[in-house]
């Protein structure tokens, strides 16, 4: 990831939530009615960046899970809660737990009332670390197997970020590493350095508890306008830390490193020295992140550089060797060359590995390190859905594992360590794949010696790949995370002995009583006569024949055909689960929309219109009833789309934070335009035409369909959806602008979600020609909706 950012420009974390099963008093189908919102804001979820990890005996797995209800939002802070509880996977009040894998036991380690994440085991399987917010403010609380009880470590306030920001147990089982609020300060203090402050002319109404807080702007429509908000950017200082080893025998806390912002921290395996990277920022012009890997010993002492502003995607690309002589990372992110580079950490110059035929990893295949062979003499990692082995001390990379008709995605490894899991005598990994023309997920054996993979398991579902696999040394049991398009992530456990794969959690038990959207692969060719597909989202029981509004999810860059089988298409975050609209009688289509570099604004029109007249020609959409939805990059997307076309009735976009100008918007982000996801490949003095060629704002008169816009407060500076609505305000557009107060990227907060969820369904209503029944589901008349005809319609 580029530098940290609140505003994850072009990207939302929407991370995976869990499988639902059906209650014993329920019939196996379900019920054909609307998916009430309720229900879908009730849904307790999978935090996928928090990871999983199988005990050493491989009898439990610690995980962590996403609540439905919300940590309150501090005022001062756009990224911490005022108990230091990090907002970066949501603010969905999380659950460290362990589940078994025999019995299906499920025990939260914190308590009722407190947020808790983070949930990782001993060396030795006795303990489980995890942090929570239980008595006011962060902290790291350690459960104990045999009493199942839990204490709280006294004398500092832990203080991650990211999910996977866990702690770091030493090889003895009695000391931790653990990143904490800088000595001397209180969180207050901390989470001022990150504030957004309102302006005098913010103005939201004063509403009764319980109910969204939100600032309504309209434009050609009745009544008139409300008043115009704005805030200002983001201190980004809160993200630095002391790393901590705290002994909990003595309980002594020893502070080895004081305010960096420390990112990805290991042990070596002596456990002598403590490795760690450092953000650094973004570097100049770029959306390339820049990070300092560093050693100290554990024993206190100066830290010393390995090396200084390389290249990572998120600053945890990196891995110990064995021996704890060296560390090896990947330079990675959008400008990385995809190279292993070797750190001796003894002195020494960098060493990359790979040479000519070595394809550059890092690339799409996810954030995760280098894996070394047991014995440190080669390190295997995965690219172009291949998995490649690179001798260490020739330097030469070679093809260790293709199987045909399927991508490598990740190898499966035991939770943190830094080489990989072979059986058999070393001779065989477990690798989580992917069907290639397909839509199934596998877990595959490869062998290192002939390179050919054995296919183990195989599903239509989607597997998480990266933070959301472990193995174990002691059963030989492999465990994962899998969701189905009904189906919520759920974790399992494959066993390579029998063959056979076996759900263990069981999160939620509601959503049975609820027929769910039915997804299937549709196929076209773009403008360029290239072989595109989309994900069709259908209502279910869906009769052929009949003619369905059609709402299209875009998001430029992406191969929308992969979500397939990922439930409601999007994910169960409630602002994005789109069986809200299927099981309404909308359908909704995910299409695959590759651009050119320089070609954004028109490249996601000839790609994205022809999927549309494909799901058009083979019977399932109504013509006359198209809406278009963005969030993000895909909101600006949208924008592109309405400049280009009047086929579209209605138009949603959500977190515009993207200016429709990308003259004012580069100077703010040299970077992301030059040589990042803006994909315009040069400075505006090299490419104006470009420029102005992918720049909306200049085409807005050419817009006629009507659009709603959902954007939290605290999402960057909001002069980019504050220029939208005021430019189509200008030109007599009919435009609608929610501002929601103390929201971010993503809104969150379950009245805010409702509150949008409804307008945008009253939306669709009235511009695509619908009329609801009393349940909230569109009434049809044979093949087609109903025309309103001047009747009320609810959502």
Known sequence: MPSVSIVARGRAALLAALLLLPPADLPAQGLREP??????LSLRGHNGRSPMALSPDGQWVAHTIRSTDNVPRDTLSAVYSASGFSFAEGDGRMEATVTHTGTGEMIRLGGAASASWGAVWSPDGRRVAFYSDEGGTAGLWIWELATRRATRVPGFIVRPFFGFELATWLPDSQRLLVKVLPAGMTIAQANARGRTVATPSQRFPVVAPGQPVVAVRRAGFDPPPAAEGASTPTDMRWAEVDLALVDLRTRQVTRLVSGVAIRQVAVSPDGQQVAFSVSKGAEPNTQQSLNDLMVVPVAGGAPRTLAAMVRMSYGIEWSWSPD?????????????????????????????????????FGRGEGEVPPYWSADGRQIYAVARGELWRLDVASGRGTLAGQIPGWDVRALITPFARPTVF???????????????????????????????GRLGLAEPKSYSAFYNVSASDA???????????QHLPEISVFSPAEGKARQVSRINNTLQAYRLGEARLIEWRDVDGRPLRGALLLPPGYEPGRR??????????????TYVNRFGLQGDSPQFNMHLLATRGFAVLTPDAPVRTGHTLEDVVRTVMPGINAAIDQGFVDPDRLAVMGQSYGSFNTLSILTQTDRFKAAVITAAVLHPDLFTDYLGSMGYY?????????????????YLRNSPLFQFPRITTPLLIGQGEKDGDLQPSDAIFAALERLGKKVEYRLYQGEGHVLTQRVNVRDFWERRLAFFAEHLDLVYDAGGGIVYDGERARSRGGRPTSP
């Open 35 to 40: 998916l009430p919102v309720d229900v879908a």
């Open 674 to 690: 030059e040589h990042g996801q803006g994909n315009m490949g040069g400075t505006i003095w090299e490419q104006p035409e470009r």
């Open 422 to 452: 072979a059986a058999d005598g070393g001779t065989t990994v477990w690798a989580i794949t992917r069907e290639r023309d397909g839509g199934r997920a596998g877990i595959h054996a490869i062998d290192l010696g002939t390179g050919q």
């Open 548 to 561: 369905l509004p059609l709402v299209v999810q875009v998001y430029g860059g992406t191969m929308g055909s």
């Open 475 to 485: 059963t030989g049991e492999l465990a994962f995370v899998s969701t189905g398009q």
């Open 324 to 360: 704890g002589q060296t560390v090896a990372y990947i330079n990675s992110g959008q400008r990385g060359s995809g190279e292993i580079i070797l750190l001796p950490v003894q002195g020494g110059a960098p060493r990359p590995l790979g040479g000519e035929g070595v394809p550059a």
